[in-house]
C-alpha cells in the first residue's frame, strides 16, 4: 500500500505545532506571571528557570511555519492573508519579548529594571493573546473562493477569536505556574501552587466554554460531536479532561511537583486533540482538505527525506538541553546568565 506522504506531513506538522504551543508556552506563562510576581530576586529565577530553553522551544514555530509553506502552499497563501494583523502583531511581540529577556539583566537602574520586566511581560501577553485569535480565527472559518482567500482585513476580530486568545492566556498562564512549581521551592513554588489553582480553574472553565460555542459557530462542528455514533467515538475526549483536572487538583493538593505540569500539558493535549476531531481533514476550513492544499508528492517525499534527518537532531537537541539544565533554580545559584 503506497505511503500517504500528505497525511504524514499533516501529522508532522500539527506535532510540531503542538510542541510548540506547549513548550513556548510554559515560558511565555512566566512573563503573564510576572505581575502577580514583584520581588527582583524572585523575578530573576522565574526569568532563569527558562533562559536555557525558550529560544530552542520557539524551533517548533519555524518548523510549523515552514512545514505548511513548503508542504502546504495553498493553505500558506489563504491562511497568512487572513491573518496578517496579529501575526505581525505576535511576531514583534516575540522579538520584543526575546530582547526584553536578555536586556532585564543589564538594566542599569531600578527605573530601567521595572521598564523591561513590563516589556518582557506585556510582549508575553502580545504573542499569547495573538496566537489565540489566530486559533479562533481559523476555527471559525475563512473565506475562500477558487484558490484565494476573499475576506476581509477585519474578518478575524470576532467574539470568538477573543475568547480564543483569553483562554489562551489562562492556559499558558497555568503551564507556566507548573513549571514553576517544578523548577523553584521556597515562597516563590508556594505561591505558583496558589497561581496554578486559580488559572487551573479559568483554564477549564475557558475549555468548556470554548467547547460549547463551537458547535454553534458550524452545523459541521455538532454533527462532529453531537450526532450518533459519533458522539460515542468522542466521549473519551471530555472525560479524559474532567479525569486529568481531578488528578491536578488531587496533586495541588498534596504538593506534588511533577504531576501538575504533566496533568496541564494534558489538558492541552485534549484540547488539542478535540480540535483535530472538529476540523478533520480541513486544513483552511470549512472547505479546503490536506489533500487539496498540498505540493506535489515528489516535493513532499523531497523534503520528507530532509525531515527525516532535521526532526531527530532538533530532539535530541532540546533532550540534551532540558537534561543539562535540569533541577531546582535558585535565587543567587550559579544559573545561565
Known amino acids: 500500500m503506497p505511503l500517504d506522504l500528505t497525511l504524514i506531513w499533516a501529522l508532522l506538522i500539527a506535532t510540531a505545532v503542538f510542541l510548540y504551543v506547549v513548550m513556548d508556552g510554559f515560558d511565555l506563562g512566566v512573563g503573564i506571571l510576572f505581575p502577580a510576581v514583584r520581588g527582583k530576586a524572585d523575578r530573576d529565577v522565574m526569568v532563569n528557570t527558562v533562559a536555557p530553553v525558550w529560544d530552542g522551544n520557539e524551533t517548533w514555530l519555524i518548523l510549523g511555519g515552514g512545514g505548511l509553506f513548503a508542504v502546504f502552499p495553498l493553505a500558506y497563501a489563504t491562511i497568512l492573508p487572513a491573518l496578517y494583523m496579529p501575526l505581525i502583531l505576535m511576531l514583534l511581540a516575540l522579538v520584543f519579548r526575546g530582547v526584553a529577556f536578555e536586556m532585564r539583566f543589564r538594566a542599569a537602574s531600578p527605573a530601567s529594571q521595572r521598564t523591561w520586566d513590563r516589556s518582557f511581560s506585556w510582549g508575553s501577553y502580545v504573542a499569547t493573546?495573538?496566537?489565540?485569535?489566530?486559533?479562533?480565527?481559523?476555527?471559525?472559518?475563512?473565506?475562500?473562493?477558487?484558490?484565494?482567500?476573499?475576506?476581509?482585513?477585519?474578518?478575524?476580530?470576532?467574539?470568538?477569536?477573543?475568547?480564543?486568545?483569553?483562554?489562551?492566556?489562562?492556559?499558558?498562564?497555568?503551564?507556566g505556574a507548573c513549571w514553576l512549581i517544578w523548577k523553584t521551592e521556597g515562597e516563590l513554588q508556594l505561591r505558583a501552587y496558589r497561581l496554578a489553582r486559580r488559572l487551573g480553574l479559568v483554564t477549564l472553565a475557558a475549555i468548556v466554554v470554548v467547547s460549547a460555542a463551537m458547535p454553534i459557530l458550524s452545523d459541521a462542528f455538532r454533527a462532529r460531536w453531537l450526532s450518533w455514533p459519533n458522539l460515542a467515538l468522542a466521549a473519551p475526549v471530555p472525560a479524559l479532561v474532567?479525569?486529568?483536572?481531578?488528578?491536578?487538583?488531587?496533586?495541588?493538593?498534596?504538593?506534588?511537583?511533577?504531576?501538575?505540569?504533566?496533568?496541564?500539558?494534558?489538558?492541552?493535549?485534549?484540547?488539542?486533540?478535540?480540535?483535530?476531531?472538529?476540523?478533520?481533514?480541513?486544513?483552511?476550513?470549512?472547505?479546503?482538505?490536506?489533500?487539496?492544499?498540498?505540493?506535489?508528492?515528489?516535493?513532499?517525499?523531497?523534503?520528507?527525506?530532509?525531515?527525516?534527518?532535521?526532526?531527530?537532531?532538533?530532539?535530541?537537541?532540546?533532550?540534551y538541553v532540558y537534561w543539562l539544565f535540569r533541577g531546582k533554580v535558585a535565587a543567587g545559584a550559579p544559573g545561565y546568565h
Open 242 to 319: 474532567a479525569l486529568l483536572a481531578w488528578r491536578f487538583f488531587v496533586a495541588l493538593d498534596r504538593r506534588a511537583e511533577v504531576k501538575p505540569f504533566l496533568c496541564a500539558l494534558g489538558l492541552f493535549l485534549m484540547s488539542y486533540v478535540g480540535l483535530g476531531i472538529s476540523l478533520w481533514p480541513m486544513i483552511v476550513p470549512p472547505v479546503v482538505t490536506i489533500w487539496d492544499a498540498a505540493t506535489h508528492p515528489s516535493s513532499q517525499a523531497f523534503l520528507l527525506a530532509g525531515a527525516v534527518i532535521l526532526v531527530p537532531m532538533i530532539l535530541a537537541y532540546t533532550g
Open 129 to 175: 493573546f495573538c496566537q489565540g485569535i489566530c486559533l479562533g480565527a481559523l476555527v471559525q472559518g475563512i473565506r475562500v473562493e477558487g484558490r484565494a482567500y476573499t475576506g476581509g482585513w477585519w474578518d478575524w476580530l470576532t467574539p470568538f477569536s477573543v475568547l480564543t486568545g483569553a483562554a489562551l492566556v489562562a492556559g499558558y498562564g497555568l503551564l
